[in-house]
């Protein structure tokens, strides 16, 4: 079984911007860390990372065609505005989805309060640092263990 963590723009600069917010462990640990997971429970992590709207949509239609189990989805600051990640998270509706954001999106800069994608997923986890894309992960398996 396969899930597919999808990371927007600007993750790949983990541990370079806005530590005191993102923290210091850097891109290569966050992959280390998916991957170490999905050996612990048993199944197939991709990461898939694009500073680029059309990209990710683009990996998120082609999981509906290959094989994806569920998607983990942190999709930066296209979680404000990108009405078109949104629409491609609400096609793929056999997929089990979860949103997740390092950071705590309710307690900093107003516009980012508002999530336009994370309606179109199952779930939405935040403010738990980089142990929340463990916890989608998580979350995404009881999706699909479920028969949701």
Known sequence: ???????????????????????TQDYNYLLEMIHKKG???GCETEVFQSNHEGAIIDRIQEAYFDGTAGIVINPGAYTHYSYAIHDALASVTTIPK????????TK???FRKISVTAPACDAQIYG??????CMAIDAVLERIGSGQ
């Not at 738990?128 to 894309?133: A, M, N, P, R």
């Open 1 to 23: 079984m396969k899930i597919l963590v999808i990371n927007g723009p600007n993750l790949n600069f983990l541990g370079i911007r806005e530590k005191a917010v993102y923290g």
């Open 39 to 41: 050996e612990q429970v």
């Open 98 to 105: 979860v949103e997740i954001h390092i950071s705590d999106i």
């Open 108 to 110: 900093r800069e107003d």
């Open 128 to 133: 738990h640092g980089l142990e929340g894309y």
